[in-house]
């Protein structure tokens, strides 16, 4: 149980373009999921934070219109980077927290990552 | 602020050596201390946890104890395989928005 997924889980894109990364949550219900990037070598820099049914939480310095997150469902959350530029490509991780009452509200659930290339 | 610091990579080990990789944290309160391991082109899966002082996560062989006194949750291992090799890192985790907030990383490689 607990399985994240997400897709593509590669993507190269023209620059100027717009890509949309999906994150779901398969066998739970995810009031929150949470949207990382991470640069070779380095650690997760979390960018915002994706409640259902409301706008996203955006950490500072990450570009709310550039990095549009959408959480239209209990299980689905999606970012998507508008008029994307070469220094765009990264690693995008992200990860689920399981809202059910048998769960321990603090464990996050990590989906396997999207590796976004811009030329 | 909350922060987590972990001893600096690449770690490079023989097989059936002894790990260590150092973990200490600032933050105020009582967070939940986590270790992750992500694998070459992989998401992150959680390693092993703690939620209080005192308390030992443990799984496959790695096992890490929560000391409030040190804030401290290094991560060890008696036998390493080659198995092994992966990025690991330590996080904590406080309630106010349930953000996880990660460590730089140490990249482990086991060598035959």
């Known amino acids: 149980g607990a399985v994240v997924s997400q897709h593509p889980s590669r993507v190269i894109c023209k620059s100027g373009t717009s890509v949309k990364i999906e994150c779901r949550s398969l066998d739970f219900q995810a009031t929150t999921m949470f949207w990382y990037r991470q640069f070779p070598k380095k650690s997760l820099m979390l960018m915002a934070t994706s409640n259902e049914g409301s706008k996203a939480t955006y950490e500072q310095g990450v570009e709310k219109d550039k990095f549009l997150i959408n959480h239209a469902s209990l299980t689905l959350s999606t970012l998507t980077v508008t008029s994307a530029h070469p220094e765009d490509s990264s690693f995008y991780i992200c990860?689920?927290?399981?809202?059910?009452?048998?769960?321990?509200?603090?464990?996050?659930?990590f989906g396997p990552g999207t590796r976004l290339t811009v030329l | 602020g909350n922060s987590v610091t972990q001893m600096e990579g690449p770690v490079t080990l023989s097989e059936e050596a002894f790990l260590t990789i150092n973990c200490t944290y600032t933050?105020?309160?009582?967070?939940?201390l986590f270790w992750y391991v992500q694998y070459p082109g992989e998401g992150l899966q959680l390693l092993l946890k703690a939620t209080k002082a005192d308390d030992k996560g443990s799984n496959k062989g790695f096992e890490a104890t929560y000391r409030k006194e040190t804030t401290s949750f290094h991560l060890e291992k008696g036998s390493v395989q080659v198995s092994d090799s992966a990025v690991y890192f330590c996080a904590l985790l406080y309630n106010q928005g349930g953000k996880l907030i990660f460590g730089q990383g140490t990249e482990l490689s086991v060598k035959p």
């Open positions: 990860s689920a927290r399981d809202s059910s009452s048998g769960r321990s509200v603090n464990e996050q659930f």
């Open positions: 933050a105020t309160g009582y967070p939940s």
